[in-house]
């Protein structure tokens, strides 16, 4: 695996010819796809999930998110570790939310929400992540690159520290 100088990933992130947004939800849609698959009880491979309380969107995941997914379209891979080799607690940490608890799916390729949605669901993993009841906050971006991917998704899940 080749890995790119810093120097070069921050032209790449900052280079808005290279990436777009235009596969983003806004806000409001997100959360009402998102709570509308939680409102209903559903199985993850072996592991039945009651009905889960509806998610808040929260800015700062959604910043984060972003971030994020604008890494993963320069460096055209997915991956939970980014390049300099920070993990979602660090990212999240570095934001500047203090979480309690947190969780992230990825996705490459969808081009809607729905279907991002769809991969997700047929996950077991991820399919957790999208019905755990101890994730209050959400963030989600998408972002299009130039790369065999061509949408980067990325779903950032979290309950804020301090509260129980």
């Not at 990436?19 to 009880?41: K, T, V, Y």
């Not at 995941?61 to 460096?75: D, I, M, N, W």
């Not at 980014?82 to 979602?88: R, Y």
């Amino acid at each position: 695996m080749r890995v790119l100088p810093l120097s070069l990933l921050g032209l790449l992130v900052a280079a808005p010819t290279v990436l777009a947004a235009d596969c983003q939800p806004d806000a409001d849609s997100a959360a009402r796809a998102l709570n509308a698959l939680r409102a209903q009880a559903r199985s993850c491979g072996e592991r039945a999930w009651p009905a889960a309380p509806a998610l808040r969107w929260q800015a700062t995941l959604g910043e984060s998110s972003r971030r994020h997914a604008v890494a993963l379209a320069a460096l055209d891979r997915l991956d939970h570790v980014d390049a300099a080799g920070g993990t979602l607690r660090t990212r999240l940490r570095e934001a500047g939310y203090a979480m309690r608890v947190s969780g992230e799916n990825l996705a490459g390729g969808p081009e809607t929400l729905d279907e991002a949605l769809g991969q997700w669901l047929d996950s077991d993993g991820h399919c957790d992540n999208l019905m755990a009841a101890q994730f209050e906050e959400f963030g989600l971006a998408c972002v299009s690159g130039p790369g065999k991917l061509q949408r980067y998704w990325v779903l950032q899940l979290a309950a804020p520290a301090g509260k129980r």
